[in-house]
Protein backbone atom coordinates (compact mmCIF):
# COMPACT_ATOMS: atom_id res chain seq x y z
CA UNK A 1 0.00 0.00 0.00
CA UNK A 2 1.55 3.62 -1.16
CA UNK A 3 0.21 7.11 -0.34
CA UNK A 4 1.43 10.04 -1.90
CA UNK A 5 0.86 13.87 -1.31
CA UNK A 6 0.20 16.82 -3.20
CA UNK A 7 2.72 20.06 -3.08
CA UNK A 8 2.60 23.03 -4.75
CA UNK A 9 5.72 22.72 -7.61
CA UNK A 10 6.88 20.16 -9.82
CA UNK A 11 8.57 17.24 -7.52
CA UNK A 12 11.29 14.76 -9.64
CA UNK A 13 11.43 11.63 -8.86
CA UNK A 14 14.45 9.29 -9.63
CA UNK A 15 14.18 5.89 -9.13
CA UNK A 16 16.38 3.71 -7.08
CA UNK A 17 18.83 1.61 -9.44
CA UNK A 18 16.91 -1.44 -7.90
CA UNK A 19 13.38 -0.19 -9.02
CA UNK A 20 11.78 -2.90 -11.57
CA UNK A 21 11.17 -1.15 -15.00
CA UNK A 22 7.42 -1.05 -15.23
CA UNK A 23 6.33 -1.01 -19.05
CA UNK A 24 2.48 -0.39 -20.22
CA UNK A 25 2.38 -4.02 -21.10
CA UNK A 26 2.92 -5.12 -17.29
CA UNK A 27 -0.07 -2.68 -16.62
CA UNK A 28 -2.42 -3.53 -19.45
CA UNK A 29 -4.81 -4.99 -17.40
CA UNK A 30 -3.89 -3.04 -14.14
CA UNK A 31 -5.17 0.43 -13.82
CA UNK A 32 -3.90 3.87 -12.87
CA UNK A 33 -6.22 6.35 -12.71
CA UNK A 34 -4.31 9.87 -13.34
CA UNK A 35 -7.65 11.90 -11.35
CA UNK A 36 -6.87 9.54 -8.11
CA UNK A 37 -2.76 9.06 -7.28
CA UNK A 38 -2.63 9.25 -3.90
CA UNK A 39 -3.04 6.29 -2.82
CA UNK A 40 -2.87 2.13 -4.30
CA UNK A 41 -2.27 -0.21 -5.57
CA UNK A 42 -4.26 -3.56 -4.17
CA UNK A 43 -2.60 -5.20 -7.43
CA UNK A 44 0.91 -5.06 -6.49
CA UNK A 45 1.11 -8.68 -4.88
CA UNK A 46 3.16 -11.50 -4.77
CA UNK A 47 3.22 -14.77 -2.93
CA UNK A 48 1.21 -17.39 -4.37
CA UNK A 49 4.37 -19.03 -5.72
CA UNK A 50 6.32 -18.27 -3.20
CA UNK A 51 6.16 -19.38 0.95
CA UNK A 52 4.24 -16.39 2.10
CA UNK A 53 5.85 -16.88 5.39
CA UNK A 54 8.86 -18.58 5.53
CA UNK A 55 9.48 -16.09 1.88
CA UNK A 56 9.03 -12.65 3.45
CA UNK A 57 11.80 -10.75 3.30
CA UNK A 58 12.74 -11.62 -0.18
CA UNK A 59 8.54 -10.92 -1.39
CA UNK A 60 9.01 -7.40 0.78
CA UNK A 61 11.67 -6.30 -1.28
CA UNK A 62 10.41 -7.72 -4.61
CA UNK A 63 7.17 -5.81 -3.55
CA UNK A 64 9.27 -2.91 -2.75
CA UNK A 65 11.32 -2.72 -6.17
CA UNK A 66 7.52 -3.14 -8.29
CA UNK A 67 6.64 0.00 -6.07
CA UNK A 68 9.12 2.24 -6.88
CA UNK A 69 9.14 0.89 -10.45
CA UNK A 70 5.67 1.89 -10.42
CA UNK A 71 5.71 5.30 -9.13
CA UNK A 72 9.05 6.09 -11.67
CA UNK A 73 6.26 5.07 -14.52
CA UNK A 74 3.56 7.61 -12.86
CA UNK A 75 6.08 10.34 -12.53
CA UNK A 76 8.56 9.68 -16.11
CA UNK A 77 6.00 8.09 -18.22
CA UNK A 78 4.39 11.10 -19.15
CA UNK A 79 0.96 9.85 -19.20
CA UNK A 80 -0.46 11.56 -15.63
CA UNK A 81 0.23 14.81 -15.72
CA UNK A 82 -1.05 15.30 -12.48
CA UNK A 83 1.66 13.14 -11.09
CA UNK A 84 3.94 16.26 -11.47
CA UNK A 85 3.80 17.69 -8.27
CA UNK A 86 3.38 14.60 -6.42
CA UNK A 87 5.59 12.97 -3.84
CA UNK A 88 5.41 9.01 -2.61
CA UNK A 89 5.06 9.56 0.94
CA UNK A 90 4.40 6.24 2.74
CA UNK A 91 4.83 2.98 1.57
CA UNK A 92 3.62 -0.38 4.15
CA UNK A 93 7.00 -2.13 5.27
CA UNK A 94 5.14 -5.26 6.56
CA UNK A 95 3.64 -6.86 3.23
CA UNK A 96 -0.25 -8.09 4.33
CA UNK A 97 -0.96 -11.62 3.43
CA UNK A 98 -4.24 -12.19 0.95
CA UNK A 99 -3.88 -15.71 1.55
CA UNK A 100 -1.99 -18.46 3.81
CA UNK A 101 -2.16 -21.01 5.41
CA UNK A 102 -5.36 -22.69 6.43
CA UNK A 103 -5.90 -25.70 8.74
CA UNK A 104 -8.19 -28.33 7.54
CA UNK A 105 -11.20 -28.75 9.71
CA UNK A 106 -14.16 -31.14 9.87
CA UNK A 107 -15.63 -29.87 7.19
CA UNK A 108 -13.45 -27.99 4.16
CA UNK A 109 -15.88 -25.27 2.66
CA UNK A 110 -15.99 -24.94 -1.37
CA UNK A 111 -17.12 -23.22 -4.29
CA UNK A 112 -19.99 -25.56 -4.53
CA UNK A 113 -20.50 -25.06 -1.30
CA UNK A 114 -21.30 -21.29 -1.51
CA UNK A 115 -22.92 -21.37 -4.53
CA UNK A 116 -25.81 -23.21 -2.89
CA UNK A 117 -24.50 -26.53 -0.57
CA UNK A 118 -24.70 -24.12 2.18
CA UNK A 119 -28.91 -24.88 2.81
CA UNK A 120 -27.45 -28.30 3.70
CA UNK A 121 -25.65 -27.39 6.97
CA UNK A 122 -27.39 -28.09 10.39
CA UNK A 123 -24.14 -26.29 11.79
CA UNK A 124 -24.36 -22.90 10.60
CA UNK A 125 -22.82 -20.70 12.79
CA UNK A 126 -22.43 -17.24 10.27
CA UNK A 127 -22.72 -15.74 7.04
CA UNK A 128 -20.33 -14.49 4.32
CA UNK A 129 -21.52 -12.43 1.58
CA UNK A 130 -18.45 -10.88 -0.53
CA UNK A 131 -17.87 -12.81 -3.98
CA UNK A 132 -15.35 -15.36 -4.85
CA UNK A 133 -12.27 -13.15 -5.23
CA UNK A 134 -9.39 -15.10 -6.99
CA UNK A 135 -6.30 -13.48 -7.47
CA UNK A 136 -3.39 -14.79 -9.91
CA UNK A 137 -0.93 -17.07 -8.06
CA UNK A 138 2.11 -15.03 -9.79
CA UNK A 139 0.35 -11.54 -8.51
CA UNK A 140 1.60 -8.84 -10.33
CA UNK A 141 3.69 -10.34 -12.93
CA UNK A 142 0.76 -11.97 -14.21
CA UNK A 143 0.49 -9.15 -16.67
CA UNK A 144 -2.02 -10.71 -19.35
CA UNK A 145 -4.42 -11.80 -16.54
CA UNK A 146 -6.39 -9.30 -14.34
CA UNK A 147 -5.51 -8.60 -10.77
CA UNK A 148 -8.61 -10.40 -9.70
CA UNK A 149 -11.65 -12.38 -10.52
CA UNK A 150 -14.28 -11.70 -9.19
CA UNK A 151 -17.25 -14.85 -8.90
CA UNK A 152 -20.64 -13.70 -7.83
CA UNK A 153 -22.87 -16.31 -6.29
CA UNK A 154 -26.78 -16.45 -7.58
CA UNK A 155 -27.78 -15.05 -3.48
CA UNK A 156 -25.40 -12.51 -1.66
CA UNK A 157 -25.17 -14.49 1.65
CA UNK A 158 -24.26 -18.09 2.45
CA UNK A 159 -23.59 -19.74 5.56
CA UNK A 160 -20.60 -20.70 7.15
CA UNK A 161 -20.72 -24.21 9.25
CA UNK A 162 -19.03 -24.78 12.80
CA UNK A 163 -17.22 -27.80 11.18
CA UNK A 164 -14.67 -25.38 9.80
CA UNK A 165 -13.68 -23.40 12.75
CA UNK A 166 -11.41 -26.20 14.66
CA UNK A 167 -8.49 -28.70 13.54
CA UNK A 168 -9.42 -32.37 12.85
CA UNK A 169 -6.41 -33.21 14.17
CA UNK A 170 -5.97 -31.48 17.75
CA UNK A 171 -8.86 -31.71 19.45
CA UNK A 172 -8.75 -28.13 21.41
CA UNK A 173 -7.58 -26.22 18.13
CA UNK A 174 -10.21 -23.71 16.89
CA UNK A 175 -9.66 -21.08 14.04
CA UNK A 176 -10.88 -17.55 13.76
CA UNK A 177 -10.85 -15.34 10.74
CA UNK A 178 -9.08 -16.25 7.22
CA UNK A 179 -7.43 -19.43 8.41
CA UNK A 180 -10.75 -21.52 8.86
CA UNK A 181 -10.76 -25.15 6.57
CA UNK A 182 -11.59 -23.60 3.40
CA UNK A 183 -10.70 -24.60 -0.27
CA UNK A 184 -8.36 -21.89 -1.87
CA UNK A 185 -11.54 -20.41 -3.83
CA UNK A 186 -14.74 -20.76 -1.38
CA UNK A 187 -11.34 -18.81 1.15
CA UNK A 188 -11.01 -16.01 -1.69
CA UNK A 189 -14.34 -15.16 -0.27
CA UNK A 190 -14.64 -15.77 3.70
CA UNK A 191 -11.32 -14.27 4.29
CA UNK A 192 -12.89 -10.69 3.88
CA UNK A 193 -12.76 -9.03 7.35
CA UNK A 194 -16.69 -8.58 8.36
CA UNK A 195 -16.78 -12.17 7.76
CA UNK A 196 -13.71 -12.96 10.13
CA UNK A 197 -15.45 -11.14 12.42
CA UNK A 198 -18.62 -13.15 12.36
CA UNK A 199 -16.36 -16.04 12.16
CA UNK A 200 -14.71 -14.51 15.74
CA UNK A 201 -17.80 -14.14 17.34
CA UNK A 202 -18.48 -18.05 16.83
CA UNK A 203 -16.00 -19.34 17.78
CA UNK A 204 -15.44 -16.88 20.98
CA UNK A 205 -19.14 -18.21 22.54
CA UNK A 206 -18.35 -22.12 21.13
CA UNK A 207 -15.35 -22.25 23.06
CA UNK A 208 -17.36 -20.69 26.24
CA UNK A 209 -19.53 -23.43 25.71
CA UNK A 210 -16.69 -25.96 25.31
CA UNK A 211 -15.53 -25.20 28.55
CA UNK A 212 -18.21 -24.83 30.62
CA UNK A 213 -19.36 -28.35 29.34
CA UNK A 214 -15.88 -29.98 29.07
CA UNK A 215 -16.54 -31.19 26.06
CA UNK A 216 -14.08 -30.73 22.26
CA UNK A 217 -15.56 -28.49 19.35
CA UNK A 218 -16.30 -31.65 17.49
CA UNK A 219 -18.29 -33.42 20.32
CA UNK A 220 -20.33 -29.82 20.52
CA UNK A 221 -20.71 -30.03 16.92
CA UNK A 222 -21.96 -34.36 17.02
CA UNK A 223 -24.68 -33.11 19.96
CA UNK A 224 -27.67 -31.69 17.98
CA UNK A 225 -28.97 -30.07 21.50
CA UNK A 226 -25.40 -27.81 22.18
CA UNK A 227 -25.44 -27.06 18.23
CA UNK A 228 -28.67 -25.56 18.65
CA UNK A 229 -27.67 -23.72 21.94
CA UNK A 230 -24.87 -22.12 19.74
CA UNK A 231 -27.12 -21.78 17.34
CA UNK A 232 -29.29 -19.78 19.56
CA UNK A 233 -26.60 -18.24 21.87
CA UNK A 234 -25.11 -16.80 18.76
CA UNK A 235 -28.95 -15.45 17.38
CA UNK A 236 -29.16 -13.37 20.88
CA UNK A 237 -25.87 -11.82 20.40
CA UNK A 238 -27.32 -9.67 16.76
CA UNK A 239 -25.27 -12.56 14.98
CA UNK A 240 -26.68 -13.51 11.21
CA UNK A 241 -27.57 -17.31 10.24
CA UNK A 242 -29.47 -17.83 7.05
CA UNK A 243 -32.54 -19.81 7.77
CA UNK A 244 -32.46 -20.47 11.55
CA UNK A 245 -35.12 -18.41 13.78
CA UNK A 246 -35.40 -17.23 17.30
CA UNK A 247 -36.64 -20.20 19.10
CA UNK A 248 -34.92 -19.22 22.60
CA UNK A 249 -37.46 -20.18 25.34
CA UNK A 250 -36.12 -16.88 27.36
CA UNK A 251 -37.75 -14.77 24.77
CA UNK A 252 -40.94 -13.40 25.60
CA UNK A 253 -41.50 -11.13 22.57
CA UNK A 254 -43.14 -13.71 20.61
CA UNK A 255 -45.91 -14.26 22.42
CA UNK A 256 -46.68 -10.24 22.77
CA UNK A 257 -48.68 -8.84 20.79
CA UNK A 258 -47.14 -5.47 18.79
CA UNK A 259 -48.29 -2.27 17.83
CA UNK A 260 -46.64 0.78 16.74
CA UNK A 261 -47.54 4.48 16.32
CA UNK A 262 -46.68 4.16 12.73
CA UNK A 263 -44.84 1.53 10.52
CA UNK A 264 -42.67 3.46 7.63
CA UNK A 265 -42.07 2.02 4.04
CA UNK A 266 -44.13 -1.07 4.30
CA UNK A 267 -43.03 -2.74 7.24
CA UNK A 268 -44.85 -3.90 10.21
CA UNK A 269 -44.40 -3.91 14.12
CA UNK A 270 -44.38 -7.15 13.94
CA UNK A 271 -41.21 -7.49 11.92
CA UNK A 272 -39.38 -6.48 15.51
CA UNK A 273 -40.25 -10.22 16.54
CA UNK A 274 -40.08 -12.46 13.32
CA UNK A 275 -37.11 -14.19 15.10
CA UNK A 276 -35.20 -13.25 11.62
CA UNK A 277 -32.43 -10.89 11.52
CA UNK A 278 -31.85 -11.28 7.85
CA UNK A 279 -34.01 -12.36 4.81
CA UNK A 280 -32.67 -10.24 2.09
CA UNK A 281 -30.68 -7.33 1.55
CA UNK A 282 -33.88 -5.40 -0.01
CA UNK A 283 -36.70 -6.48 2.10
CA UNK A 284 -38.28 -4.44 4.86
CA UNK A 285 -39.52 -8.06 6.89
CA UNK A 286 -36.79 -8.64 9.72
CA UNK A 287 -37.69 -5.02 10.88
CA UNK A 288 -39.63 -2.14 11.70
CA UNK A 289 -39.37 1.37 10.60
CA UNK A 290 -40.64 4.38 11.33
CA UNK A 291 -40.10 8.46 10.69
CA UNK A 292 -37.64 9.60 13.40
CA UNK A 293 -38.87 13.05 13.81
CA UNK A 294 -42.34 11.96 14.74
CA UNK A 295 -41.45 10.47 17.47
CA UNK A 296 -42.69 7.28 17.29
CA UNK A 297 -43.01 4.47 19.86
CA UNK A 298 -43.54 0.28 19.52
CA UNK A 299 -45.23 -1.50 22.40
CA UNK A 300 -45.19 -4.98 23.08
CA UNK A 301 -48.08 -6.23 25.21
CA UNK A 302 -48.92 -9.57 27.10
CA UNK A 303 -52.70 -11.48 27.36
CA UNK A 304 -51.05 -11.48 31.28
CA UNK A 305 -48.53 -10.04 33.19
CA UNK A 306 -44.92 -11.15 32.09
CA UNK A 307 -41.90 -11.11 34.98
CA UNK A 308 -38.87 -9.34 32.83
CA UNK A 309 -35.60 -8.23 33.63
CA UNK A 310 -33.60 -8.10 30.66
CA UNK A 311 -34.66 -6.09 27.50
CA UNK A 312 -32.14 -6.65 24.26
CA UNK A 313 -32.68 -4.15 21.24
CA UNK A 314 -31.24 -4.87 17.78
CA UNK A 315 -30.66 -1.72 15.67
CA UNK A 316 -29.88 -1.24 12.37
CA UNK A 317 -25.82 -1.03 12.04
CA UNK A 318 -26.00 1.43 8.94
CA UNK A 319 -25.02 1.21 5.13
CA UNK A 320 -22.08 -0.10 4.20
CA UNK A 321 -19.81 2.82 4.54
CA UNK A 322 -17.33 3.05 6.34
CA UNK A 323 -13.81 1.18 4.72
CA UNK A 324 -10.18 1.70 5.08
CA UNK A 325 -8.97 3.30 2.15
CA UNK A 326 -6.92 6.45 1.03
CA UNK A 327 -8.56 6.69 -2.18
CA UNK A 328 -10.42 10.37 -1.28
CA UNK A 329 -13.22 10.23 -3.79
CA UNK A 330 -14.59 7.15 -1.59
CA UNK A 331 -13.13 8.87 1.50
CA UNK A 332 -15.89 11.76 0.46
CA UNK A 333 -18.67 9.21 0.74
CA UNK A 334 -17.83 7.66 4.00
CA UNK A 335 -19.92 8.94 7.64
CA UNK A 336 -16.38 9.09 9.68
CA UNK A 337 -18.33 7.67 13.13
CA UNK A 338 -21.81 7.25 14.23
CA UNK A 339 -23.89 5.61 11.00
CA UNK A 340 -27.05 7.91 10.94
CA UNK A 341 -29.35 4.68 10.81
CA UNK A 342 -28.34 3.85 14.53
CA UNK A 343 -31.09 4.93 16.95
CA UNK A 344 -29.57 7.56 19.04
CA UNK A 345 -32.08 8.69 21.80
CA UNK A 346 -34.53 6.35 23.08
CA UNK A 347 -36.36 5.15 25.95
CA UNK A 348 -37.99 1.78 27.34
CA UNK A 349 -40.62 2.09 29.85
CA UNK A 350 -42.73 -1.07 31.81
CA UNK A 351 -46.36 -0.71 31.77
CA UNK A 352 -47.58 -2.24 34.94
CA UNK A 353 -50.58 -4.93 35.91
CA UNK A 354 -52.43 -1.52 37.03
CA UNK A 355 -51.43 0.83 33.92
CA UNK A 356 -48.73 3.03 35.79
CA UNK A 357 -45.76 3.12 33.60
CA UNK A 358 -42.19 2.90 35.00
CA UNK A 359 -38.73 3.85 33.29
CA UNK A 360 -36.45 0.90 32.51
CA UNK A 361 -34.10 2.65 30.14
CA UNK A 362 -33.20 6.19 29.27
CA UNK A 363 -30.49 6.31 26.81
CA UNK A 364 -28.62 9.55 24.85
CA UNK A 365 -25.67 8.87 22.35
CA UNK A 366 -26.53 5.35 21.75
CA UNK A 367 -24.04 4.29 19.06
CA UNK A 368 -24.30 0.55 19.21
CA UNK A 369 -26.29 -2.09 17.05
CA UNK A 370 -26.95 -4.25 20.22
CA UNK A 371 -28.12 -2.77 23.39
CA UNK A 372 -28.61 -5.09 26.37
CA UNK A 373 -30.95 -3.17 29.14
CA UNK A 374 -30.58 -4.85 32.46
CA UNK A 375 -33.22 -3.83 35.19
CA UNK A 376 -34.51 -4.86 38.16
CA UNK A 377 -37.29 -7.64 37.79
CA UNK A 378 -40.72 -5.63 37.13
CA UNK A 379 -44.40 -7.43 36.66
CA UNK A 380 -45.31 -5.84 33.46
CA UNK A 381 -48.36 -6.28 31.10
CA UNK A 382 -46.27 -3.82 28.42
CA UNK A 383 -43.40 -2.72 27.66
CA UNK A 384 -42.85 0.50 25.54
CA UNK A 385 -39.98 1.94 23.09
CA UNK A 386 -39.70 5.10 22.38
CA UNK A 387 -37.64 6.67 19.67
CA UNK A 388 -36.30 10.61 20.27
CA UNK A 389 -33.58 10.73 17.73
CA UNK A 390 -31.83 8.60 14.90
CA UNK A 391 -28.11 9.55 14.41
CA UNK A 392 -29.33 11.45 11.11
CA UNK A 393 -31.30 9.37 9.14
CA UNK A 394 -34.88 10.42 7.92
CA UNK A 395 -36.24 6.42 9.73
CA UNK A 396 -36.06 4.97 12.68
CA UNK A 397 -35.36 0.87 12.54
CA UNK A 398 -35.41 -1.70 15.02
CA UNK A 399 -34.36 -4.97 13.52
CA UNK A 400 -35.40 -7.18 17.07
CA UNK A 401 -36.77 -6.94 19.98
CA UNK A 402 -36.32 -9.19 23.18
CA UNK A 403 -37.97 -9.56 26.45
CA UNK A 404 -36.47 -11.88 29.41
CA UNK A 405 -37.32 -12.45 32.70
C1 LIG B 1 -3.49 -6.05 0.57
C2 LIG B 1 -4.73 -6.63 1.20
C3 LIG B 1 -5.96 -6.03 0.96
C4 LIG B 1 -7.11 -6.52 1.55
N1 LIG B 1 -8.27 -5.86 1.34
C5 LIG B 1 -9.35 -6.20 2.06
C6 LIG B 1 -10.54 -5.40 2.01
O1 LIG B 1 -10.61 -4.38 1.30
N2 LIG B 1 -11.60 -5.78 2.74
C7 LIG B 1 -11.56 -6.88 3.55
O2 LIG B 1 -12.54 -7.14 4.24
N3 LIG B 1 -10.45 -7.67 3.61
C8 LIG B 1 -9.36 -7.35 2.90
N4 LIG B 1 -8.22 -8.13 2.99
C9 LIG B 1 -8.27 -9.41 3.73
C10 LIG B 1 -8.28 -9.22 5.22
O3 LIG B 1 -7.55 -8.07 5.58
C11 LIG B 1 -7.66 -10.43 5.96
O4 LIG B 1 -8.06 -11.64 5.39
C12 LIG B 1 -8.11 -10.41 7.43
O5 LIG B 1 -7.71 -9.19 8.03
C13 LIG B 1 -7.56 -11.59 8.18
O6 LIG B 1 -7.87 -11.45 9.57
P1 LIG B 1 -7.35 -12.54 10.59
O7 LIG B 1 -7.79 -12.08 11.94
O8 LIG B 1 -7.75 -13.89 10.15
O9 LIG B 1 -5.77 -12.50 10.46
P2 LIG B 1 -4.76 -11.33 10.85
O10 LIG B 1 -5.41 -10.00 10.77
O11 LIG B 1 -3.53 -11.59 10.04
O12 LIG B 1 -4.50 -11.62 12.38
C14 LIG B 1 -3.60 -12.61 12.83
C15 LIG B 1 -2.86 -12.01 14.01
O13 LIG B 1 -2.10 -13.03 14.64
C16 LIG B 1 -0.85 -12.50 15.01
N5 LIG B 1 0.08 -13.61 15.17
C17 LIG B 1 0.66 -14.37 14.23
N6 LIG B 1 1.45 -15.30 14.80
C18 LIG B 1 1.33 -15.14 16.13
C19 LIG B 1 1.91 -15.81 17.24
N7 LIG B 1 2.71 -16.84 17.09
N8 LIG B 1 1.57 -15.38 18.47
C20 LIG B 1 0.71 -14.33 18.63
N9 LIG B 1 0.15 -13.67 17.61
C21 LIG B 1 0.47 -14.07 16.38
C22 LIG B 1 -0.51 -11.57 13.87
O14 LIG B 1 0.47 -10.62 14.25
C23 LIG B 1 -1.85 -10.95 13.56
O15 LIG B 1 -2.10 -9.77 14.32
C24 LIG B 1 -7.03 -7.68 2.39
C25 LIG B 1 -5.81 -8.29 2.62
C26 LIG B 1 -4.67 -7.78 2.04
C27 LIG B 1 -3.36 -8.43 2.32
Not at 54 to 73: C, K, T
Not at 198 to 223: E, F, K, Y
Not at 310 to 326: E, Y
Amino acid sequence: MITSREYDKPMPFQPPTWAKKITAEHLKLRRISDKSLEYGYWWIELGGVYDAIRDNEQLRFELLSIVMGIWDYVKNSGKFPNAANRVLETIGMVPGRRDTYRLVGDHVITQLDIEGGWKQFDDAIAVGGWPMDDHPAEGFWASDRRGCRQIHGKQPYYNIPFGCLYSKKITNLMMAGRNISASHVAFTSTRVMSTCAAIGQAVGTAAAMCLDADISPARLRADKTMLKRLQQELLRDNQTILDIKNEDSRDLAPKAKVTASESALESKPENAISGILLDGPKTNRNRWLATAAAKPWLKLEWNAPVRISQVRLAFDGGKRRLTQTGQQSVIKTMVVGVQPELVRDYTITAILPDGSERPLAEVTNNYQALRVHTFDSVNAKAVRIDIAATNGAEHAIIREVRVES
